[in-house]
């Protein structure tokens, strides 16, 4: 089976088994890393949001605490807040 006899089987139009089985492997590699990739990026995604919201946790608590502070120590005038 030569290059003549497969130009001649590709100018009628059937498919030739040798140039299909070549590119199914690089296809599935491809997907691979696709999903690969997006499996990262979830994981990136989830880790920030993870990070965010436990930081903003501690700035609440912060928050918390000096609110409390401010309401335990008030001035002699009852009012701890001025706005």
Do not use: H, N, Q
């Not at 001649?8 to 040798?18: I, M, P, Q, T, Y």
Request: glycine share 12%; charged share 15%.
């Amino acid at each position: 089976m030569g290059p003549g006899y497969v130009l001649a089987k590709a100018r009628r139009g059937e498919l030739v088994s040798d140039t299909t089985d070549r590119t199914t492997g690089s296809g599935e590699r491809r997907e691979t890393a696709m999903a690969a990739l997006l499996i990262l990026l979830l994981v990136a995604i989830l880790f920030g949001l993870g990070f965010a919201v436990k930081a903003l946790l501690w700035v609440a608590l912060v928050l918390f605490v000096l609110w409390i502070i401010g309401f335990l120590v008030r001035p002699a005038g009852g009012r701890w807040y001025y706005w």
